[in-house]
């Protein structure tokens, strides 16, 4: 590892000097492997978890497509040097922010989008000029084994590296001095990632995890509601970072919700009225650790008075959980306390948005909050009242998709921010550049000594500049 680190950090100095023509040119051969692989990929996610191809075709290889070409239109702009203005204090002189590689990354993907959470970092530290180390979840060992495919086939050695292996080599690549570190997983990983970069004074983003809450309002449509949140909290059986983990509704519109979810889910995962678990289109628990969790979670809801609504079924031989929807749960077990991380969705109602809205701040902050509603005044209440890394209104998981946005976390679901200029700008360093014009500068009219005119100089500058 050290002696992989080091011929990264040898070739580092030269993708410095790069222009943008080679940085994209190494991304069009990032997208025409893409393009080209598009079956392996899906193979390799129906191996590790059952993954459709559909939800491969659009979580996985769509969205580092989208987040690829994206880049390409803008690297040319993002590299260039940002000119800002000049205070009067300063007059004479210019500035400009003017961006440059970190250096050598490295990118930490997890298992739930395994190939997707490795490719779009790595467009974003290419894009910036940096060295990329990936080490994939072992968890996912047909995606980790394509991803060394594909760096193999696509890059230089000495410029882009995979790192395969369990949680050892984690902490044997976290020893070692990286320029920036990017890591996506549990809050409780994440805290062990920003230690070991602490060692090194490493900037870190970090992409956690966290309850994110769905609040539904009286003025809701209820059926594009209920719709929007089976897609989003049952898309890959529930195993997404900003997957809606629990659900707020208001108290009138309860029972009329609680139908539509389950006419939402048939539509969508059981339109010929076989079970869920025949479906094509549902994916499946990643492993039996994690099964066994969610199972455990399951049970204690119902042992403490939680009551089925929907689902329910689990089948350890399949990894299997039906989507489930239970009412009644006391809000100190586990499917409150926990992230869920799987297709399970505790519900409860709520009286008035001020009460909803205090049930969310009494937890940690949200990576995501999704309320729905056609109340105007619901929307903007709700947003300022209730802090969270992203948020989206009358849809979720969505927000993930518009290039333009940040994404990232806020105190327990992470820091930093990702996708698009923001991601870029997160594997660069931002230097802020002054230029002084050659033996003039206003700021020599307050160089000592400290005599009564220059005193007097200061204390205009004080009160008008």
Not at 2 to 15: I, K, P
Not at 58 to 80: D, F, G, P, V
Not at 261 to 269: C, D, E, G, K, M
Not at 303 to 309: D, I, Q, V
């Amino acid at each position: 590892m050290r002696a992989t680190f080091e011929r990264l950090r040898g070739r580092s100095a030269a993708l410095r000097q790069e222009s943008w023509e080679p940085r994209a040119a190494r991304l069009r051969k990032l997208g025409e492997w893409l393009a080209k692989n598009q079956p392996r990929v899906q193979q390799a996610l129906y191996a590790d978890f059952r993954k459709p191809a559909e939800e491969v075709d659009l979580c996985e290889i769509y969205a580092s497509q989208s987040e690829l070409k994206h880049t390409l239109q803008n690297l040319k702009k993002w590299m260039s040097r940002r000119s800002v203005g000049t205070p009067l204090s300063l007059l004479g002189a210019k500035g400009w922010v003017q961006p440059e590689p970190k250096g050598v990354v490295l990118i930490i993907a997890p298992w739930n989008y395994p190939f997707y959470l490795a490719i779009d970092p790595l467009i974003s530290a290419l894009a910036a000029g940096n060295c990329c180390l990936i080490k994939p979840s072992e968890m996912t060992p047909a995606t980790s084994r394509l991803l060394r495919e594909l760096v193999a086939e696509t890059f230089d050695p000495s410029e882009v590296v995979v790192c395969e292996g369990d949680k050892d080599v984690s902490t044997a690549l976290l020893r070692l001095p990286f320029d920036h570190i990017f890591f996506t997983g549990s809050p409780q990983v994440g805290k062990v990632v920003m230690r070991a970069a602490a060692e090194h004074l490493t900037s870190v983003t970090l992409e956690l995890g966290g309850k994110s809450p769905v609040v539904v309002d009286e003025t809701a449509d209820l059926r594009d509601a209920a719709e929007k949140i089976v897609w989003g909290k049952f898309l890959n059986a529930g195993q997404t970072c900003v997957a809606p983990d629990y659900l707020l509704v208001q108290e009138q519109v309860r029972d009329q919700l609680v139908q539509e979810i389950r006419s939402a889910t048939r539509r969508l995962y059981d339109p010929k009225g076989e079970g869920v678990q025949k479906s094509s289109s549902f994916a499946r628990v990643i492993n039996g650790h994690h099964f066994q969790r969610l199972s455990r979670l399951l049970e204690e809801g119902q042992r403490r008075g939680g009551t089925l609504e929907m689902g329910g079924i689990v089948d350890s031989s399949e990894c299997f959980i039906e989507p489930t929807l239970i009412d009644g749960v006391p809000t100190d077990t586990g499917l409150w306390s926990e992230e869920i991380f799987g297709p399970i969705l505790p519900m409860r109602t709520y009286r008035t948005l001020m009460e909803a809205v205090d049930f969310v701040n009494e937890r940690p902050r949200p990576l995501a909050l999704y309320l729905f509603s056609r109340s105007a005044d619901n929307r903007r209440y709700l947003l300022k009242h209730a802090p969270s890394g992203g948020a989206a209104i009358n849809d979720t998981i969505v927000h993930l998709m518009h290039l333009e946005l940040p994404f990232g976390g806020f105190g327990n679901s992470g820091m930093g921010r990702c996708h698009g200029r923001y991601g870029f700008d997160a594997f660069s360093n931002l230097k802020g550049v002054l230029q002084q014009r050659v033996g003039q500068t206003s700021v020599k009219l307050l160089y000592p000594p400290y005599t009564t005119k220059v005193k007097k100089m200061i204390a205009l500058v004080m009160r008008w500049f």
